[in-house]
């Protein structure tokens, strides 16, 4: 074998194994591999678990916004917390008339920046067991201590649990949720 073929294959299985290693460092969402190379769109797209977040997203028309250069923290429900609202609503919100209301519930699960789970972490801790993040949206969530985990809990008292945390991305990190959040 010459040279720059063996140069050329050695060069290949080390990019190969650094972005193994590099999926490896972040938690796997959906059964899929989270790149932090890779914007927030780029990952949810592959999380079998985030199929109704990302058809809201779209519906929304916030794929550029979230896949812009952020930062931002967003606290994704799954597609099993869309479940558990009642029985029509992921419909009705889908629906290009109820685009406003769609966008205000999404956007009520940004906060711009990022804030990692230790960041959260402080907060909570510094706020004598609660913390208060202000959404892109505009209003309010309300963290605590659970367990070994935290919830979150929105402005009519919804509280859903982080089951993921720290997810990062390019543009900001993403903290996995089993609940819709209302604002």
């Known amino acids: 074998m010459n040279t720059a ?3 050329s294959l050695i060069a290949s299985a080390l990019t190969l194994g650094a972005g193994s290693l590099v999926a490896a460092s972040n938690p796997m969402v959906g059964g899929a591999a989270m790149y932090p190379t890779k914007n927030i769109v780029e990952n949810a797209v592959n999380s079998k678990d985030h199929t109704t977040l990302v058809a809201a997203v779209k519906a929304a028309g916030l794929v550029d916004t979230l896949a812009s250069k952020g930062p931002f923290t967003v606290f994704a429900p799954t597609n099993a917390a869309f479940a558990k609202l009642p029985a029509g609503t992921v419909d009705t919100l889908l629906k290009p008339e ?5 966008t205000a519930v999404l956007t009520y699960h940004v906060v711009a920046g990022k804030v990692s789970a230790a960041q959260l972490a402080a907060k909570v801790k510094a706020g004598g067991g609660t913390a208060t993040l202000t959404t ?5 969530l309300s963290f605590a201590k659970h367990g070994k985990g935290y ?3 929105d402005a009519k ?3 859903a649990n982080i089951t993921i945390a720290d997810v990062n991305q390019s543009n900001g990190v993403i903290h996995v949720i089993d609940g819709v959040l209302l604002p």
Do not use: E, Y
């Not at 892109?136 to 309010?140: C, I, M, P």
């Open 136 to 140: 892109v949206q505009g209003g309010t």
């Open 151 to 153: 919830t979150v809990t």
């Open 98 to 102: 109820n685009k406003g209301t769609l």
């Open 157 to 159: 008292g919804n509280a």
């Open 5 to 7: 073929l063996r140069f």
